[in-house]
């Protein structure tokens, strides 16, 4: 066990202990006495010290002491010299065993030997361990505590840190915490890394210096497991900039998982809602646990290894051990009971797996518990097979757990069987010229309600296979190609007397070999319903397929012209669907599926691989085929993104540079591959190998899964290896796969070949030679059948992240491609702005679930509107990021500009109007930044509501923290007067030429978009000159308004008037002690005209523009180069801060 560091002197210490192992920084030693072979006098007296002290004071026989460089101690093993220094050591793990000390001892060596060497100072050699050790020891501590109970303290004390150092919301849940250590280059940072809902975060306090770090999950691009020259096992953590390394932890593979699961939901939770069901334990993220992840992971594992419906959830997995009957014997393995399965899988990968599903089981009893038989218990299944479990711990509850699901199921379910008809059913099935014989499994007869179902009576047209129908002969003798098959039939008829006919069958590798032989076409539905379990959902069914036709027949929408365009091309070189027969099954299934899942409608290659499953099972059991395939065995393949193909072809790279290096290496990019190897998956080899070939790979799908095309492809890599390596370009090496694929025969199939319309050559090429099937398959078995199900699915948790991350990115930079013409910031600052407007609709998805903005994200909508923001996400980055910060007034200028970038009125908006607003604030010409302005004080922006708008006459307009003096010298003196009349006439002119293209402001708009621009200029080095400034020019475009109001009912505007203008504006300037802070304070003539009726005082964009550039310091005001590098780096480090912060305010 590791020690808290303690002082050991060795002075005189030397003579009792015996060191074993030693390096330049430790040293394991043995006490004398203990396992020494021969009995030395000193040894024996140690010994016999020990023994019989007490045991509370008696001393482990291992120890691991912690020296530095510098210390007085022999080491010939690490250093070979005496070296000089401090006779002090720390003692820093004990062992009872020398199995135990030595696990101690691998430990520091893989953790912290090398690292050790990048400091400079044997003090912080002794600090940096003697700091690791004892988190090893706290988070033992803690391990130990949350086995105990459901929230330690020692959690509740991290919780209290993590909230403290990371100034989270509650809602930000903690799920666990370790000790470890971050990689800053080479130098190792020893802290505690906290993994919550939607972050991972690290705190490190050492040598006086203090790091924070908080990486969003969605983030993440990459997380893997990797060494680097100082340790041998890391995680590395990859983000769009950055690389982070983390090691030193005490269960490595622990925290590896839990990272891949926060991972994975979160990014799905976020990314992929278009197809991502959580478990419903997971639905809520706030009530996450470790437990529910770990859960999770091993429910994941659990449906992928059998194939088993996503809404089965896992309740028991117990060691037991199974009879089997073909090798007399039990057989080692675990049991998985679901909701409506209890399934085994033996420990010898390949051995035994059973599926059985709650609906075949008549009775689960327990048995007499014996020495030979411990614990045991006994499952009944309707086709008279017992299946005896023994060695099951806490049986009890067991039994009455799945007696209690057992119940349930048949409630929901009833099932009635007729026990008069037991004969064989293989036998009636090899002696019906049907290819698939009649529907018994077990003679089970299946009912609803009571009620039996009568086939003769069903509405579907087509009651048995199409190839049944449309018959083919081969070109081999009727003899020969039936002979094939019956031998075939009989190899399979023997096997099922010996392991079972029904979905309940025994599955071990004997049956794996039947399977890559070919089935027999006499047994090819059956056997595709029984592998892949559609037969249990159809039996569970009755009647749900034909109500579905009846439903969705005769409905026009998109999804059915599109599979209206494909039903002529699905396999249209066979017999059967060049009649209206095979068509029109065709339509029904697919349309009856997209009736039923219409998140994924119809896709393309459904309906080839449909074809194929029509031709050899009936239309009911194609449909619940493709049902099985498509929500099963192939999820995520079929939907808007095909993220589960994307996902899997990522794989299939990695398993390429695994198992086939030297290809790898010489085609660097291996995306050429994988797009060349996306139809391979799509349509299960179906669309570019003959057909009678590839149905032998479908029969090899449904028995093993996606592993299964995984396998078959790289084998057909390796049997092109060398002309792939020679290959000059993409489209040569798409040539030859497809050339070798298309000469991919079946020597054994019963039927002639069927013409591969997907071939790029023609008959008179030279002759190319043959692959067997049957030996492609063979071998693909042989050298890479060892591909796990729990490797592919940990490859896939880890590919997903890529391919999420990926699609990101192109919306990313197909919203860029769109924006950046239209504005001036450069690209860089441009993504930087759009990663803060992506992370601030995704932190209201971390902490407001109950805000819409959590739904807002639709990968099918257009890139520019997948991420939306509403009014307080705009405010948040408003204040952020824009230039025009107005102090208190900020937040009413940043709902205005909202309201007047929201045009459809639908209370959200897209990054690029977002981008193009903020650009005329950093780059636009002074007349831009005053139309925008002028634009954010009216209507929709300014409204009657709008919470700085009421009463405008009881607020101050010059809201300044000092007294300002406004007026010139009589050398500058202006002649407004001038102005004015040029103004007037220029506006005239320009009315004339063409219509104005905004309103004219109201008085309590002008008073609003005065008040602004003081705001504005607040704070700023020119305050005092753009306040005066601006004094000036608004009282002239007070008296502009003024004259168009009087000019307006008199019908024009008189020299003489002008002068009075000219008078009132030159005796409110001219006086140096006039003062005015508020409205109380304003020359006469300036309140009447403020308290005239707003319906015929107006001023013009116009009159606004020519009066501002009449003063210097406000044309320099906005026409100052703004630099947004700043602004944006200091949202990144203040964007948290903020919404947190306004997420308390809320809750107070």
Not at 24 to 47: A, D, K, N
Not at 1001 to 1011: A, D, L, N, V, Y
Request: charged share 25%; glycine share 4%; with cysteine.
């Amino acid at each position: 066990m590791w020690l808290k560091p303690e002082e050991v002197l060795l002075k005189n210490a030397l003579k009792l202990w015996v060191t074993q192992k030693s390096s330049c920084y430790f040293i394991l030693q043995r006490r004398r006495g203990h396992g020494e072979g021969s009995g030395r006098f000193t040894g024996r007296l140690v010994g016999a010290l020990d023994a019989v002290l007490d045991s509370n004071a008696r001393v482990a026989p291992f120890r691991i002491l912690l020296q530095v460089p510098g210390s007085q101690v022999y080491s010939p093993i690490a250093c070979g010299e005496l070296l000089n220094g401090s006779e002090v050591y720390w003692a820093i793990a004990i062992g009872a065993t020398l199995e135990e000390i030595n696990q101690h001892w691998e430990w520091l060596e893989q953790n912290l030997l090398h690292t050790l060497s990048v400091f400079d100072n044997k003090e912080d050699i002794a600090s940096f361990v003697k700091g690791k050790i004892k988190a090893l020891i706290a988070e033992e501590t803690s391990s130990k505590l949350a086995e105990q109970e459901e929230e330690p303290e020692k959690f509740r004390e991290a919780l209290v840190k993590f909230e403290a150092r990371f100034n989270f919301p509650e809602a930000e849940k903690l799920i666990t915490y370790y000790s470890c250590c971050c990689w800053k280059g080479r130098v190792p940072r020893q802290g505690w890394l906290y993994l919550s809902i939607n972050h991972l975060c690290f705190y490190s306090f050492f040598l006086g210096k203090e790091l924070k770090l908080i990486i969003p999950w969605v983030d993440v691009q990459k997380l893997e497991r990797t060494c680097n020259v100082f340790m041998t096992d890391t995680i590395r953590i990859t983000t769009q900039n950055k690389e982070r390394d983390f090691s030193m932890f005490l269960n490595l593979d622990e925290v590896f998982k839990i990272m891949e699961q926060l991972a994975d939901v979160t990014l799905r939770r976020l990314l992929d809602n278009e197809i991502f069901e959580l478990d419903p334990d997971l639905q809520e993220p706030t009530q996450i646990t470790k437990r529910d992840l770990e859960a999770r992971a091993q429910n994941e594992f659990f449906r992928a290894f059998f194939r088993l419906p996503r809404k089965e959830k896992l309740h028991e997995v117990v060691d037991c051990s199974l009879w089997t009957p073909f090798s007399r014997c039990h057989t080692v393995g675990r049991m998985f009971a679901s909701d409506s399965y209890v399934c085994f899988a033996s420990k010898e990968d390949g051995c035994c797996n059973v599926v059985l599903p709650l609906r075949e089981v008549v009775s689960i009893e327990k048995m007499e518990d014996t020495s030979l038989l411990p614990n045991p218990i006994i499952i009944s299944i309707r086709s008279k097979m017992a299946f005896q479990f023994i060695e099951l711990k806490d049986r009890e509850s067991l039994v009455e757990n799945l007696l209690m699901r057992l119940k349930q199921v048949h409630a929901n379910c009833p099932v009635h069987y007729d026990t008069l008809k037991n004969e064989d059913v293989t036998s009636s099935l090899f002696q019906s010229n049907n290819v698939c014989g009649d529907q018994k499994f077990g003679t089970l007869k299946l009912s609803q309600n009571g009620n039996k179902i009568d086939k003769e009576t069903s509405p579907l047209p087509n009651s048995e296979a199409l190839i049944a129908i449309f018959h083919q002969s081969g070109t081999q003798s009727p003899d020969s190609r039936m002979s094939r098959e019956q031998i075939k039939a009989s190899l399979w008829n023997d096997h099922f007397v010996e392991y079972g006919r029904t979905v309940c069958m025994f599955r071990t590798e004997k049956i794996r070999k039947l399977v890559a032989m070919g089935i027999p076409e006499s047994l090819r539905g059956k056997l595709w319903l029984l592998f892949s379990d559609a037969v249990t959902d159809l039996a569970s069914h009755p009647g749900y397929y034909g109500n579905l036709v009846e439903e969705s027949m005769g409905k026009c929408c998109l999804v059915t012209e599109e599979i209206e365009r494909d039903l002529h091309r699905s396999l249209p070189e066979h017999p059967a669907f060049q009649n209206e027969t095979g068509i029109a099954a065709l339509r029904r299934v697919l349309t009856a599926y997209a009736h039923r899942n219409p998140k994924i409608g119809y896709c393309q290659s459904m309906n080839i691989l449909t074809s194929v499953l029509l031709l050899y099972a009936k239309e009911e059991e194609a449909f619940w085929l493709l049902v099985a395939v498509c929500e099963r065995m192939l999820p995520d393949y079929f939907n808007h993104r095909v993220i589960g193909a994307q996902v899997d072809q990522s794989v299939f790279e990695e398993l390429i540079k695994e198992r086939l290096p030297e290809l790898a290496e010489h085609m660097k990019d291996l995306s050429t591959l994988a797009s060349i190897s996306l139809s391979w998956f799509l349509t299960l080899f179906l669309s570019i190998m003959p057909l009678e070939s590839a149905v032998n790979v479908v029969d090899c799908f449904f028995y093993d899964g996606i592993k299964a095309i995984f396998q078959l492809g790289l084998a057909v890599l390796e049997a092109n290896a060398v002309e792939l390596c020679s290959s000059k370009d993409d489209g040569q090496a798409l040539m030859i796969l497809s050339r070798f694929l298309d000469h991919v025969k079946n020597e054994e199939s019963p039927r002639p070949p069927i013409g591969n319309h997907h071939t790029f050559f023609s008959d008179d090429q030279e002759p190319y030679p043959v692959t067997d099937i049957a030996d492609l398959i063979r071998d693909s078995y042989e050298k890479f059948g060892d591909q796990s199900v729990e490797l592919i699915e940990h490859m896939r948790c880890k590919h997903r992240i890529r391919v999420l991350q990926g699609h990101e990115d192109t919306t990313k930079q197909n919203v860029l491609r769109v924006v950046i013409p239209e504005v001036s910031i450069l690209p860089e600052d441009l993504e930087e702005l759009y990663d803060l407007f992506k992370r601030e609709h995704m932190i209201s998805c971390y902490w407001e679930q109950t805000s819409p903005a959590f739904q807002r994200h639709d990968p099918n909508r257009p890139y520019a509107e997948q991420y939306l923001i509403d009014a307080q996400q705009f405010t948040n980055l408003y204040k952020l990021v824009s230039p025009w910060t107005c102090g208190a007034h900020t937040e009413i200028l940043a709902e205005r500009t909202f309201r007047l970038l929201d045009e459809n009125m639908d209370h959200l908006i897209a990054f690029k109007g977002f981008a193009i607003c903020l650009d005329i604030m950093y780059n636009g010409e002074m007349n831009e930044k005053i139309k925008l302005l002028y634009r954010l004080h009216l209507p929709p922006a300014l409204t009657e509501n709008d919470k700085d708008s009421q009463s405008p006459l009881k607020n101050p307009l010059l809201s300044t923290s000092r007294p300002l003096v406004f007026g010139k010298s009589n050398g500058d003196a202006i002649d407004y007067q001038k102005q004015l009349k040029q103004m007037l006439k220029d506006l005239a002119k320009e009315k004339d030429k063409t219509e104005k293209e905004l309103p004219k402001m109201s008085q309590r708009e002008f008073i609003q978009f005065c008040k602004t621009l003081y705001s504005m200029f607040h704070e700023d080095p020119e305050e005092n000159d753009l306040y005066q400034a601006i004094a000036t020019v608004t009282t002239l475009l007070l008296q502009i308004g003024e004259v168009g109001q009087r000019s307006s009912s008199s019908g024009s505007c008189s020299d003489e008037y002008m002068d009075d203008v000219q008078t009132e504006v030159s005796a409110s300037t001219s006086d140096q002690d006039s003062v005015f802070t508020d409205m109380g304070k304003m020359p006469q003539r300036y309140s009447q005209a403020l308290s005239m009726t707003e319906g015929d005082w107006t001023v013009s964009l116009e009159h606004i523009l020519a009066s501002l550039l009449t003063e210097q310091s406000l044309v320099n005001f906005f026409e100052k180069p703004l630099d947004i590098k700043s602004k944006l780096e200091n949202a990144k480090i203040n964007q948290y801060s903020l919404k947190t912060n306004e997420m308390s305010r809320q809750s107070e």
